[in-house]
């Protein structure tokens, strides 16, 4: 954990993928900033904006009324340019142009490798996870997970209305490319019949057969939440399923993007003000290459070489309790 200079002036910038949570969370790094008499500014657009100096300063009201609101008002990118050198000199200078001391980094694990390759330059930087997969090692939770998973739930649930009115199976497919988590989670809160994640191997045989003993046992519905990275892919699941013998008719419904959007969970919201007001706070004390990280209920400052050591792996004992459940 190096010691940053004195801290007048910070930036912040939202990063990859949006997450609902990102709002607040940037009305909590702006209030606290102000609230410690340090200047905040805004930078559009990610780190493309930081390479480009789309920066503007923010006040309090700049903050009002978003609370409530997905997305977020600072706009994000996914910047393959700044894995270039070039670029990360290009935004030094940007930032040195602007007088920014400290830098705040909402986003997800690309992000936070993105925030590294600044303190390798040497700028004050804390990251703060935010992505709805819910994939960086050193956080219990990361902003827009809880906000994700409602809305998949919600799905699920008018789903199952029509699933079981019509005697059918849903295969649904929830994001997450490399990770099971949203999947798994929702599946244990829907009483899903089974769930496929990325993690463990899917054998189409015996996804068939667990569908089928679903209907042998009278279920009236059959519900199997496929995380978006899953092999084979879920077309080619269907398909397969399609042309076994089944009791059920099987349909498919992809989630998609409806699951990064939408108004912040009061979790997500919460979670992004802590997160927010820590962030500031860590920069003011000269913390930088941290993240801000929830941990057994407490924020703590995580540094950048212990949040990237690792993969966070789906907690096994909630996947087998998914099948136990599942009855
Ligand atoms: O990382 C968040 C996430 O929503 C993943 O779950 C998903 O695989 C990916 O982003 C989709 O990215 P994009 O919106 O760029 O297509």
């Given amino acids: 954990m190096a010691e940053s200079r004195s801290i007048?002036?910070?930036?912040?910038?939202?990063?990859?993928?949006?997450?609902?949570?990102?709002?607040?969370?940037?009305?909590?790094?702006?209030?606290?900033?102000?609230?410690?008499?340090l200047q905040v500014i805004g930078v559009e657009d990610g780190f493309e904006g930081l390479i480009n100096g789309r920066f503007h300063p923010m006040g309090p009201r700049d903050v009002g009324g978003i609370l409530q609101r997905g997305g977020t008002i600072l706009r994000t990118a996914r910047c393959k340019d700044f894995m270039d050198q070039?670029?990360?000199?290009?935004?030094?200078?940007s930032i040195n142009d602007a007088a920014i001391d400290g830098l705040v980094?909402?986003?997800?694990?690309?992000s936070m490798h993105g925030a590294q390759q600044l303190v390798d330059r040497g700028?004050?930087?804390v990251g703060v996870p935010a992505s709805i997969d819910n994939d960086i090692f050193g956080t219990d939770m990361c902003i827009g997970v809880d906000t994700a998973l409602n809305t998949i739930v919600d799905a699920i649930d008018k789903l199952r209305d029509t699933a079981s009115s019509h005697n059918r199976a849903f295969l649904v497919e929830t994001m997450?490319?490399?990770?099971?988590?949203?999947?798994?989670?929702?599946?244990?809160?829907t009483g899903a019949e089974l769930v496929l994640v990325p993690e463990v191997e899917t054998d189409v045989e015996q996804?068939?057969?667990?569908?089928?003993?679903?209907?042998?046992?009278?279920?009236?519905?059959c519900i199997v939440v496929v995380a978006e990275g899953v092999k084979p892919p879920i077309s080619e699941l269907a398909e397969r399923i399609n042309s076994m013998e089944m009791g059920f008719s099987t349909r498919v419904t992809i989630?998609?993007?409806?699951q990064r959007g939408g108004k912040p969970s009061a979790f997500d919201r919460l979670l992004a003000s802590r997160f927010g007001t820590k962030a500031v706070e860590y920069l003011v004390e000269g913390k930088t290459g941290v993240m801000t990280g929830l941990n057994g209920g407490s924020v703590e400052a995580v540094p950048f070489s212990h949040v990237f050591s690792k993969r966070k792996s789906l907690p096994m004992d909630q996947y087998e309790m998914a099948k136990t459940l599942a009855r």
Avoid: F, W
């Fill in 123 to 125: 700028i004050a930087v």
């Fill in 86 to 93: 070039k670029y990360q000199r290009e935004s030094i200078r």
């Fill in 255 to 258: 989630l998609g993007h409806i």
């Fill in 105 to 110: 980094v909402i986003g997800g694990d690309g």
């Fill in 207 to 221: 996804v068939g057969q667990v569908m089928e003993a679903a209907y042998r046992r009278g279920k009236s519905h």
């Fill in 176 to 189: 997450g490319r490399e990770s099971g988590y949203l999947a798994m989670q929702a599946g244990i809160v």
């Fill in 8 to 37: 007048k002036t910070i930036g912040l910038l939202t990063s990859g993928g949006d997450a609902p949570g990102m709002n607040p969370c940037i009305r909590a790094v702006v209030r606290a900033g102000l609230a410690r008499g």
